[in-house]
């Protein structure tokens, strides 16, 4: 009996360490959460690469020319994560104080960002020196969310030696869709294709908003517009009628689109002026700019940018504030669009991203602005872009129309 | 004599008594000692979770912000939203597809593997590659060969067809994604059952041999037989992987064209992490959990009138 007990309790102790170790070991086996730095100002933004890192330092050390004591730690997932995580970022201990938004993601992070109003005014900030497009973007409910740092007009670039080539006109600041299709329709040739198209609702936003239809109307998502469907289908028809580019598949990534642009592919595709040092630094060919094409031909630009806010619960919003200052002052700025290529969104800083590229590009970037739109959303936005990158597939491939997706589109959204 | 003869038939089994529960008390404990941390990990990550996430799925829980209680609401909205049902057809659909074919091709394989070919051990690791490759990576691969400009329409086109679009024709999307997730996991269950046909007794199949049974017959009446606890094994577990499906759509075709491709796993993560509903998400996933449970429960009761345990 003794030994039997004595054997029990040898096997309970056994029992017990083992599955403590284990269980510390599995313990060991997690990462444990970092703490911030102290006295300093933490940003939460994207980090997809180096290039981001490069970028958020680039602010920071030319932030410090226009204040010494600006200091700013940056941390964040990558782009594709940053908006979700942002949000339990948040909810988490060590909140961010700064953070940072796109305009078309003003809207969903409203309930993140702090009214900087009351901040401009009692800074005595000059908001009215930043692109109105761009402010008017990062504005939720009646207040500023965020400050700009860039106001990029979204432009249509085209592989000059192939227009050249066909013997095609060089389109600049003005360019109908009248002509864009005439030019399309002669350099498209057998299995290529003039344009590149990506799936997604970023694109034909800004063709529509190129005709002055939006999506959007008194914050109010405006999917069935007529306008508008009628807008969409123009682009739908692009593949469909007119032949002058491939129809996307849902997962296909702008980077496809791109990529194809700068391997000569496809001779022209939409995109932002941001893009214009990589597709000019892998281009083999001689690349131009013009507006992204209308009925009447004149510019109208789409504005797409990001910017600098405060979290809301922020301790230190006037710390936070100051630090936004230094990031977007106009020195900052000037020399972000020469390092980076970004187009600023102070005014008086907008002639630096001219800085190294044909004259003409800097014209039709300063012709878009003249008359620009942002691409105003709704906080329910990420829905619509899933559902259009679903459902614009079927618009592509003529299965259904522009009406017909949008309708679907508003109805899942309104659900 | 009489009385001593009352008390040992009495006092022998209270003896034995004694001892048993003397012997199960400590076998309680060790069990205990060794289920402990597997008791606050199934209490930590499962049923706290679990109900967690029923007390979720009763409000409308932003990621950051607020929840507001609202009930049932979320349960009431999902009954009369329409991508609830597509998605939940497409997740049966694939469920069953992908389970039916997935064994038909492990068994077929292990019964190719178990003959005497040369190499066994070589093709059942080719098989297998591609189960402990990451699902994103062959899924990636995949819509490269399967774009409409793809390897596999090259090729089709050299021999004069014009291949389909696999993934944007919605005729084709589930189909291709069917097919992606087979190819990517069949090898697990190929080990499984050559596992399963390995242990059959060589004597029962020599006996059948001698009894003059063709392959046919063998397969049908020893083979499957004894090979039926593997084969619900399998049928179970990949069932339940099937309904959890979500790496293939989203990276194949986003759970398009239109919803053709979406899935309930799919819609439940766009649903929480994408359109910020977490209380939609969750109401979500307690549907998909008593669908699973469901149907493993039905597979359980139907393992009676097919699986043969005996040896």
Redesign the interface.
Known sequence: MAG??KS??R??G???V???V??AL?GCASGGSGSPANGSVSMYTWLSSQSDREQWEGFINLGKKVDPTLNVTIEGPSFTDYW?K???R??GSNPPCLLTTQAARAQ?LG??LMPLNDLIKKNKSDISAFDSSMLKGMTVDGTIRAIPYDAEPIVLYYNIDAFSKAGLKLPTTTYSREQFLSDAKKLTTG?HKAFGIS?GFFLPNAWAIADGVEAVNNGKLDLTNPRLADQVQSYFDLVNKEGIA??P????STDAAQAAFTNGDVDMIISGPWMYGTFASKAKFQMGLTIVPSTSGAAHGMTAGSGFGIAKNCKDPEGAFKAIRAMTDTIVLKGQAVNRGIVPSRLEAQSAWAEGKPPGAAAVVQALLRNATAQLTVP?W??VE?LF???G??GY?G??TAKEVLATIQK?VG? | MFAGSEIRPSSAPQATRFRTN??RE??G??VL??L??GL?GFTTFILVPLLGSLLISMFEW????TPTFIGFANYQ?MFS?P?FYTVLVNTVIFAFVYTALNLLLALAVSLWLNTKIKFSSFWRVIFFLPAITPVIANALVW?LLL???GIVNSVLSSGGITGP?W????SFALSTVIAMSVWQSFGYNVIVLSAGLGSIPQEILEASRMDGTNAWQRLRSVILPMISPSLFFTMTMTMIGAFQVFVQPQ?????????ST?TFVLYMY?NG????RLGYASALAWILFVVVMLITALQFAGQRKWVNYDK
């Open positions: 039997q007990s029990a309790k096997r309970i056994t029992g017990f083992l599955a403590g284990l269980t599995a979700t942002v949000k339990t948040l909810s969903e309930g993140l299995s799936s491939a129809a598949n849902a997962s296909d329910a990420n829905q899933t990158t679903q459902y597939v079927e491939r299965d259904k899942s659900q | 003397k012997i400590s076998d404990l060790v000692a060794y402990w941390p606050v932003p990621l950051f912000g909205k939203d991508t819509r774009n409409d400009n679009s993934l944007s024709d919605a990276v194949l075709t986003q759970g398009g064209p239109g919803e979406n766009r992490f994408v359109f910020d």
